[in-house]
């Protein structure tokens, strides 16, 4: 098993930054691929962004490419994604999910384990 728990969230403006964290324990962080999800409010759960367990190669939505940056740190058991330039299209519940495999993939069904996901808000 793998419990994964995100940081807060928040509410920020147009144009804001926000840095959200996963923080893993249980079985080893660093074989596993990770990956960040979100789904906003009647829609359905969209990728957004993974990583390797060797942090090589990040793969992200076209929606969020060049404003979002996976990265992980396997010495504290965490990965993170960093956001810039938001935007309110961007407002959604963030969930951050493991998978047993080394390899990310960008379909949710491929992620073993999942967070409680945290509320970003974007406002206009």
């Known amino acids: 098993q793998v419990q994964l728990v995100e940081s807060e969230g928040g509410l920020v403006q147009a144009g804001a930054s926000l840095r959200l964290s996963c923080a893993a324990s249980?079985?080893?962080?660093?074989?596993?691929?990770m990956g960040w999800f979100r789904q906003a409010p009647g829609k359905e759960r969209e990728f957004v962004a993974a990583i390797a367990w060797n942090g090589v190669s990040p793969v992200y939505a076209d929606s969020v490419k060049g404003r979002f940056t996976i990265s992980r740190d396997n010495a504290k058991n965490t990965v993170y994604l960093q956001m810039n330039s938001l935007k309110p299209d961007d407002t959604a519940v963030y969930y951050c999910?493991?998978?047993?495999?080394?390899?990310?993939?960008?379909?949710?069904?491929?992620?073993?384990?999942w967070g409680q996901g945290t509320q970003v808000t974007v406002s206009s």
């Open positions: 999910a493991a998978r047993r495999l080394p390899n990310p993939t960008v379909v949710a069904v491929g992620y073993d384990f």
């Open positions: 249980g079985r080893t962080f660093s074989t596993n691929a």
